[in-house]
């Protein structure tokens, strides 16, 4: 077996002795070697250095397969590979079969994936929307910092509405997507009927805002104007939200502003409005 050479013990003979443990991971060149194949399943394999790597996977205990060079996955029980993963999709055992699913779900919030509320993004975990306020309807503009993660346009907002509110008529009612600097992206257009009715409200944006090839902040807001009645569920931090999202203590996370008439065309996010701790539930699609 190989082995480093013994200072003091290996006069005349080191260097053969170093050679023959480099050349374990080493070729005469100086680079590395290729790893071996690793076969670890519940089926034999054929000869995946000729021929594609063909297996059948089991579910009673964790198996896996590489290789050291590129080779087709022509067979996965289960899974019908004339549809396969997409971009940002991995192959994962849902409990009673393999199929896509979106990367993004690995990590998301709460107990359920985002993707089975139809959203990429929210402003707060699911389970924390426990609490519920009279909004007033006179021209509360609430916004909440969102991370929208890379190769994800967005193509609208959905809100929820606890208590159904009554609207008077006037004034602008629906919402907006800014960029972290507080520059307006893209809004709804006046929605006077969003907030009559409870639960998830749709608000498509009139464009959609752009993918971009890396994660980025966003900045939505929802507007509500002379409505009564009207209630939002609302996510209450642990710790002052107003330090929260990743960008120092100079931009905050979530703020609201009284008294507006229609969604401003920007801001700053380190002075504008007041700071609060109730984050309103607004979900990106």
């Not at 996977?57 to 050291?68: E, S």
């Not at 590979?81 to 690995?106: C, F, H, I, K, Q």
């Not at 996510?235 to 401003?264: C, D, K, M, Q, W």
């Amino acid at each position: 077996m190989a082995r480093l050479p013994t200072p003091g013990a290996d006069d005349g003979t080191w260097g053969g002795i170093l050679n023959d443990f480099l050349s374990v991971a080493h070729n005469s060149d100086g680079s590395l070697k290729s790893l071996p194949q690793s076969k670890t399943h519940d089926a034999a394999d054929t000869d995946a250095s000729s021929t594609a790597l063909h297996h059948t996977l089991g579910t009673g205990a964790n198996q896996a397969a590489a290789g050291n060079h590129s080779h087709a996955l022509t067979s996965l029980s289960g899974f019908d590979n004339s549809s396969p993963a997409a971009t940002n999709e991995v192959v994962a055992y849902n409990g009673s079969s393999y199929a896509p699913a979106p990367v993004d779900d690995l990590a998301a919030y709460g107990v359920y994936p985002l993707s089975a509320y139809g959203f990429f993004a929210i402003s707060a975990p699911p389970e924390t929307f426990t609490s519920n306020g009279g909004d007033g309807g006179g021209g509360y503009v609430r916004i909440a910092c969102i991370w929208v993660p890379a190769g994800k346009a967005i193509n609208g907002l959905c809100i929820h509405v606890h208590e159904a509110g009554t609207h008077g008529g006037g004034g602008w009612n629906g919402g907006g997507i800014y960029d972290d600097s507080g520059t307006l992206l893209a809004d709804t257009g006046n929605l006077p009927t969003l907030w009559s009715a409870t639960g998830w409200r749709d608000a498509d944006l009139t464009s959609p805002v752009a993918a971009q090839s890396s994660g980025r902040f966003v900045r939505a807001a929802i507007l509500s104007n002379d409505y009564s009645g009207l209630q939002f569920l609302f996510a209450i931090p642990t710790i002052p939200s107003a330090l929260v999202g990743g960008h120092g203590v100079s931009n905050r996370r979530n703020f609201y502003e009284s008294g507006v008439s229609t969604l401003p065309a920007s801001f700053n996010p380190a002075t504008y409005g007041t700071a609060g701790g109730y984050i309103p539930p607004i979900g990106l699609y």
